[in-house]
């Protein structure tokens, strides 16, 4: 967590509430238990008589208190006596503090309260604040002491083995919304399946206004198939961090904890390592072997940016990210394939034509523009192509020389003209399609095609087919989402701030008193000096660290735009040259009849066309794949879930009677008002 709103809170800390309800760990028979951790980043404030806790840690205690009142209230009646309220305990901790409470049905929470002064601040080091302190001093403690007291050596690895095995770390956001059978049919996945390292579910962005709804769609097509093609002919490269199970024994792996405690000391590091650091542990997790796994009947619910200054910058942290950890995983996708049998060397072939569309998207729009242009206008292909270099070629310069907020200004600004564009380029090629009485075209078959996919796509998965309403929006967002996105992004590689959530606020703070708990206070000092002491300000060292960023992205810009370059002067010569080399394609009417007339298609768009074609095909048929083999898990689990339920209710049924014993009760008159028109006596 790090300043979530109330409202933020309050999904997670339910979403938690609920998973102590449906798992209490007071049932003997229960398959697993539960523990919560909360690492609140900047909880506190110095003030000039200690150490107070900030305004946001002050609503997660009252969110919590409110949720546990709440889920403690088993009398429906409306006269009751009120839920107590949680038992707090607050633990003086080297690096802040620790609040920790029992759960209405057993389980504990705690909330980790993290000083910027004592520990390192952001989200990669509170994940390694858990990682080590939840599989390696609370794991490995337990079992250290029985060796300390006598017990065999082979054993206790043995033991140990097994319980890093099964325990597993379900990470989250701040703002994370989930039901608890959506973290089971995880659990179930590397239950079944040990060689999966981490998997993660359906992620739904929530809010409001035309971004969330962009989201919505792009989202939906990225999951409907994007991660099912790679779950289905490899594995999923990134298992986002806001729900995303992670198998302990993965994650204590050689050169995976350990390597992702690395401090970033090169240009390249900032960008891999702390723009998206839930990428970076899956290419660790899948470099060393592990399987990353897509589960489509798990859902969660997150707050998406609805503005669209932030969704720019989060999409700035995220774009240059993704590269670099692809390039990584394929710079070494020849040990990686020997070492992941689930990475074989034709997925590794996907992924590199896949990072190639990605590239020379910009390059795709403006070409997509120019045909706008000579659809609408009637005008000279080679004029037309000229004419949509132009307002992107102006931004990218804008871009080397304005703020970024100015960017983000002009980029919202050219995104509005581009999608009246796109609206009238779509009407268009409908028109076009009329006139020529055909659609046995390239383009023709290329777009009903792409619809009819989307459509049958949608209509697989029932639950969320109406979403198809937002695709015509995200059409016509195109050219902003893989165009000026791209631009903005690229060229602010350099910036490696978070770009969200970055004000505080000054509110009053209320001083903390706590108590010492001494048995981990050397484990955190120890943790704190080798890997999260908070970082030192070096003003020569961040100059350089300024400086090499700017050189690593010229260098990325110079690539990144010159490929784009490349494909559209290919474009161009091609067009200029005229029918000399270009692909005469028959006009073929519906009724199958040939006519006399036909059309030129130059060789680059054609195979362009095609290959983009293959690629959303190849993607389609996973889908279809991963459906079947989701409905099929989801029966299975279900049908588990009901047989453990009975079992269960079974043996609780038999512990009754068996102590049973026959005894006279006076009637007791309970007025319990439900409603305000019915009263029950019982």
């Known amino acids: 967590m790090w300043h979530e709103t109330y409202d933020e809170m309050m999904k997670i800390i339910i979403s938690m509430f609920r998973l102590d309800k449906y798992r209490p760990k007071t049932d003997k028979h229960s398959d697993v238990k539960f523990e919560f951790h909360i690492y609140f980043d900047d909880a506190f404030k110095g003030v000039n008589n200690g150490r107070h806790a900030n305004e946001y840690a002050e609503i997660l205690v009252d969110v919590i208190k409110e949720v546990y009142s709440t889920f403690s209230e088993e009398d429906p009646c409306m006269f009751k006596q009120k839920a107590a309220l949680p038992h707090q305990t607050i633990i003086n901790t080297p690096y802040g503090g620790r609040l920790e409470y029992i759960l209405p049905k057993g389980n504990r929470m705690m909330v980790h309260l993290k000083d910027k002064t004592l520990i390192r601040h952001k989200k990669r080091w509170s994940q390694i604040m858990y990682l080590y302190y939840i599989l390696g001093w609370r794991l490995n403690r337990q079992y250290f002491k029985e060796f300390e007291a006598g017990k065999e050596l082979d054993s206790l690895k043995e033991k140990l083995k097994k319980d890093r095995e099964n325990t597993y770390i379900l990470a989250l956001d701040g703002d994370t919304d989930f039901q608890p059978s959506a973290v089971m049919l995880l659990i179930d996945r590397l239950k079944l399946y040990p060689e999966v390292g981490a998997a993660c579910g359906r992620i739904h962005p929530t809010g409001t206004g035309p971004m969330v709804w962009y989201q919505k769609f792009e989202y939906a097509v990225g999951h409907w198939l994007q991660k099912t093609a790679e779950h289905v002919f490899g594995c999923v490269l990134c298992s986002p961090g806001c729900f995303s199970l992670f198998r302990g024994a993965a994650l204590m792996d050689d050169n995976v904890m350990k390597r992702y405690t690395t401090k970033a000391s090169e240009a390249s590091h900032y960008v891999q ?196 309403i937002y695709g015509f929006l995200y059409i016509l967002c195109i050219p902003s989402g893989y165009l000026l996105l791209a631009i903005y992004s690229i060229v602010n590689m350099n910036n490696v701030t978070w770009g969200t959530r970055e004000t505080g606020s000054q509110a009053k703070t209320t001083a903390v008193d706590a108590i010492k708990k001494k048995d981990e206070i050397d484990f955190w000092r120890e943790l704190q000096m080798k890997y999260l002491e908070p970082l030192k300000e070096n003003k020569v060292q961040q100059e350089k660290i300024t400086n090499d960023l700017r050189e690593l992205r010229n260098k990325a810009a110079f690539a990144f735009f010159f490929c784009n370059a490349l494909w559209i002067m290919a474009t161009f010569f091609l067009q200029a040259t005229g029918d000399s080399v270009s692909i005469k394609i028959p006009k073929i009417y519906p009724n199958g009849t040939l006519s006399t007339a036909v059309f030129s298609v130059d060789p680059v768009a054609l195979m362009f066309l095609l290959s983009f074609a293959l690629l959303l095909l190849i993607q389609f048929v996973a889908m279809l794949y991963h459906r079947i083999y989701t409905l099929i898990h989801f029966v299975a689990y279900a049908e588990t879930e009901f047989k453990s339920y009975r079992r269960q209710l079974q043996q609780s049924h038999q512990i009754l009677e068996s102590n049973h014993q026959p005894e006279t009760y006076e009637p007791d008159t309970i007025l319990c008002f439900q409603n305000p028109s019915a009263r029950t006596e019982v």
């Open 273 to 468: 390592y702390d723009q998206g650091e839930d990428r970076w542990l899956c290419t660790l997790l899948l470099q060393q072997g592990w399987r990353v796994e897509y589960n489509a009947a798990s859902d969660a619910y997150t707050n998406a940016p609805q503005d669209f200054k932030e969704f720019y910058n989060q999409r700035r942290r995220w774009g240059p990210s993704t590269m670099a950890n692809t390039i990584d995983l394929l710079g070494s996708g020849g040990l990686t394939s020997q070492r992941n049998s689930s990475i074989s060397k034709p997925y590794i072939l996907y992924q590199i034509i896949s990072m190639a569309a990605s590239i020379l998207g910009p390059a795709t729009v403006c070409l997509m523009i120019s045909g706008s242009f000579v659809f609408i206008f009637n005008m000279n292909t080679n004029i037309a192509l000229a004419l949509a270099i132009v307002p992107p070629t102006v931004y990218l310069i804008l871009c080397f020389k304005l703020k970024s907020d100015m960017q983000i200004k002009i980029a919202a600004i050219m995104s509005v003209l581009y999608a009246f564009l796109m609206a009238g380029t779509i009407l268009s090629i409908i028109g076009d399609l009329v006139r020529e009485q055909t659609f046995l075209t390239p383009g023709g078959l290329f777009f009903i095609g792409m619809v009819v996919l989307y459509l049958i796509t949608a209509a697989l998965h029932p639950q969320e087919f109406s979403l198809v």
